[in-house]
Structure formats: structure tokens, C-alpha cells
């Protein structure tokens, strides 16, 4: 009993102890009111220039003489006995010491001398044999945009201004505001499409047995959305990369919640073969798909027999790209004639809508083009890069209606929240043939307890 006592004693005094630590100073065991300790952000900067000037004279002692401008720091790699560099970083290396991108996934380098043994075992590899053994695989599927591949030459700068500014208009944007830190400005921006959505398509998520699905998901947190809203019969994330902290366990603890996570690039995606998707109503979300990735999608989506409507948040419109946009034949009415050169002009000058002050790249846009229309000032070059991305909007509204599913685009949010705040919302005109589902078994215990499927 006295141990437990004792115990107990410690466990009680513990958040007393843990406040009278941060009165004192770490280092000298003085009351922070009267501690003179050098201030530890000042010393750890000082220590950074330090650093930085010894390794711009060449004597700092066991570390890579490969200075990192974006993390303004030396490299962390230790280099080999007798060298400056490090083997990444060392312009002395080649032959069987170089470093080469993998031909799998050049997002990782190996040795030269390691390449026959590297390709054996490439997780990269084994990743891409997964997904081509899956029923809903088939290669480039959704890619290919829809329209003529008109080629020709481009219209002189001032010229094919006059024209956007006749086509587009620039308008801001307007719409809620939201809150700073991060997770909580995502979890925001999920809710406002999911409220936008609803208010220009009131009947986009009706029915019990609809099925959501969210192209590009990432973490899945728009589905997580829009199950708040209303919980669907099933939802289905299609995301091309492996993601932490999915929302995927939180949906799959809900009664009468089917949840399904492909893994595979939209452009391979045929949804017409995910099984889950049979005989069911289907309507497609999407949050700041960049660039190309939302004409994937919409491809993807209009070609599924039972798709209902879409919502998509468009993103990095300088990303587009003329072989996969979906409105080639819109962009050409639109400019009397534009072609290709003319829509990588466009897709180019979009960018700016994202421009900061200081003609500096904001968080979605591109390295800023100062060749491009120069003597225009900062304001100038926002409102013609909201034209831009209105115009390409545009042409993919155009491909929506063409397909019956009537839209139109508006801002969810305001710039303060996401500086691309515009919302693409269609519904078809005419409810889709749906065919009742088959009846599924019940699912076993197993998983009812977690949501997992036993193998």
C-alpha cells in the first residue's frame, strides 16, 4: 500500500513539476525572469553564418563543400576520406562511382554500378507490376484530352491579349474566409466545396445508394466532407501516390459505408471496371487536381455509364498541357484560330493569377516569366492570368455540357483561404439508367471489427 501510495503521489505532483520546469532556465537552473543565458535562437543563427563562412573558405572539417541555396545550409553527407564532396555531390566521381537516376522512377538515384542489381529489386517496379494485374487497369485510358491537335504558329503577344481579354473574363473570386493553421484551412476548403456544391446542384448527393467518388483523393479528406454532409453507400479514392494519416480507417468504421482505395494514376483508372461502382449512381470530387490531372479526371469520370455530376477544384493551371486538355475545340473557338503554341502561352501567363506583391511565385504558381509582356505591372499581370485560368475553365465546362452534365464555375472561398478558390459544379440534365446493385453477402466478423479484408 505505501508503494502504491508513493505512486500515486508521483503521478499527482507530476503537472506541478512539469510547470515548475518551464519557470526555470534549462542550462543555468535560474527563474527565466532572472536568467542571463545567452538566447538559444540568436546563438543557433549565429552558429548557422559561422558555419556558412567557414565552409565558403573551404575549412570546415568533415562536412560536404556543396553549399544548398533553398535550405541555405551546407549538405548533410559526410564526404569520403580525402574529399571535399560527398558521392552525391562530388564532380570528380563518374563511371561505376556516378549516381543516376533510376530508369524505373527517376524521383530516386542509385549507383552505376548497382543498376542491373537495383532494376532486380525496384520497389518502384514491383509498384507498377501491382497495378497492371488490377481489373480496373487499362493504360492511358483517360488520356488524349478531346479535340483536334491543331498545330500552327503563334499570334504576337499584344495581339493575342486583345483576344483573351475579349474571351475571359478576370474576376477575384469572393467567398468565405477561413483559418490559418494548416490542417484547419484544408478541413475548411473541404467544407465550403462540399457547401458549395450543394447549393448550385441540390440534388448531387441525393439517394441511399449513391456512390462518391474522389479522384486525386490524397488523404481522402473531401470524402471525409462529404460523408459529414450525408454518408453515401460507398466511396472510392483513387490516389497515384502512397499516403500517411488517410481518412480511409475513420470511413471504414461506419455502418453501411463500402470503402474502396485505388491505387494507380487517373489516366489508367477505367471506372467502368471497378466493381464497387456497378449499378450505382456516381458523382466525382476533387480538390486542387493540378493541372493536366483535372482533364484526366473529367475524362475519366464522363465516360463512366452511371456518372450523376461532378464537383472539381481546379489548380495549377500553367500545368495544363495541350496533348491531355479537354478543350481543345472551346480554346480554338474562343481565340479565332488559338493552337498549341498559343494555349502554352496561356497556360503560362495563368500563373500569374497566383502572383504575389513582389512579382514573386505564391504557393500555386510557376517561376515567374519576365520575358513575358514586359512593362506590366503586378496588378496588371494578375488580372490577365485570371483571365487565363477562366478560359481554360471554360473549355472544360464546355466538354461537360457537350457530354450532358450542365455546370458552371464559382469561386468556393475567397484568395485569402486558397488563391485557387474557383469550383467546376455539373450535373447531368437527365438522371443516369442506374440498374439495382446485387445483393452482397454480409460481411464477416472479422471485418466488422476493423474494416480490414482478410486474405
Keep these: 500500500m505505501e508503494e502504491l501510495a508513493t505512486l500515486a503521489a508521483l503521478v499527482l505532483d507530476k503537472p506541478r513539476e512539469l510547470e515548475t520546469q518551464r519557470r526555470i532556465c534549462a542550462h543555468c537552473a535560474a527563474p527565466k525572469a532572472a536568467c542571463a543565458c545567452v538566447d538559444t535562437r540568436r546563438h543557433k543563427k549565429a552558429a548557422k553564418r559561422r558555419t556558412r563562412l567557414l565552409h565558403l573558405r573551404g575549412v570546415a572539417p568533415g562536412v560536404c563543400a556543396q553549399w544548398l541555396t533553398r535550405k541555405d545550409r551546407p549538405c548533410g553527407f559526410p564526404p569520403p576520406a580525402g574529399r571535399s564532396y560527398c558521392r552525391e555531390h562530388d564532380p570528380a566521381l563518374s563511371g561505376r562511382d556516378e549516381r543516376m537516376p533510376c530508369p524505373i522512377d527517376p524521383s530516386h538515384k542509385i549507383f552505376r554500378r548497382d543498376l542491373e542489381a537495383h532494376l532486380l529489386v525496384c520497389e518502384s517496379k514491383s509498384d507498377r507490376d501491382r497495378v497492371r494485374d488490377m481489373p480496373w487497369y487499362r493504360r492511358g485510358c483517360n488520356a488524349g484530352g478531346s479535340g483536334s491537335l491543331g498545330l500552327g504558329g503563334a499570334r504576337d503577344e499584344r495581339a493575342l491579349l486583345l483576344v483573351l481579354k475579349r474571351a475571359a473574363a478576370c474576376d477575384r473570386g469572393e467567398g468565405a474566409t477561413g483559418s490559418l493553421t494548416k490542417s484547419a484551412r484544408h478541413k475548411n476548403q473541404a467544407k465550403l466545396i462540399v457547401e458549395t456544391a450543394l447549393r448550385l446542384a441540390p440534388g448531387l448527393f441525393e439517394g441511399d445508394d449513391v456512390a462518391v467518388v474522389e479522384l486525386g483523393a490524397g488523404k481522402g479528406g473531401l470524402s471525409d466532407a462529404v460523408v459529414a454532409h450525408k454518408q453515401p453507400g460507398a466511396v472510392v479514392l483513387i490516389e497515384r501516390e502512397s499516403r500517411r494519416h488517410k481518412a480511409d480507417g475513420k470511413l471504414r468504421r461506419l455502418e453501411g459505408l463500402e470503402v474502396e482505395r485505388i491505387r494507380g494514376d ?177 460481411r464477416g466478423k472479422e471485418e466488422e471489427t476493423c474494416g480490414c479484408v482478410v486474405i
Design 266 to 442: 487517373l489516366a489508367d483508372v477505367d471506372l467502368g471496371r471497378v466493381q464497387m461502382l456497378e449499378g450505382r449512381a456516381s458523382v466525382g470530387v476533387a480538390k486542387h487536381l493540378c493541372g493536366s490531372a483535372t482533364d484526366l479526371a473529367l475524362n475519366a469520370f464522363v465516360r463512366h455509364t452511371h456518372a450523376r455530376g461532378v464537383a472539381v477544384a481546379t489548380c495549377c493551371h500553367h500545368r495544363c498541357e495541350w496533348s491531355s486538355y479537354v478543350g481543345r475545340d472551346y480554346f480554338r473557338d474562343a481565340l479565332n484560330g488559338g493552337t498549341q503554341r498559343e494555349f502554352e502561352q496561356v497556360a503560362r501567363w495563368s500563373s500569374w493569377a497566383t502572383q504575389l506583391e513582389d512579382r514573386t511565385g505564391g504557393e500555386h504558381a510557376a517561376p515567374v516569366c519576365v520575358d513575358d509582356l514586359q512593362g506590366l505591372d503586378a496588378g496588371q499581370k494578375r488580372d490577365i492570368g485570371r483571365r487565363c485560368k477562366a478560359l481554360l475553365d471554360a473549355g472544360r465546362l464546355d466538354f461537360l455540357s457537350k457530354r450532358d452534365l450542365v455546370g458552371s464555375r464559382t469561386a468556393y472561398c475567397d484568395v485569402e483561404l486558397s488563391p485557387e478558390n474557383w469550383l467546376l459544379v455539373a450535373e447531368r440534365s437527365a438522371p443516369p439508367d442506374v440498374e439495382p446493385p446485387a445483393q452482397k453477402p454480409p
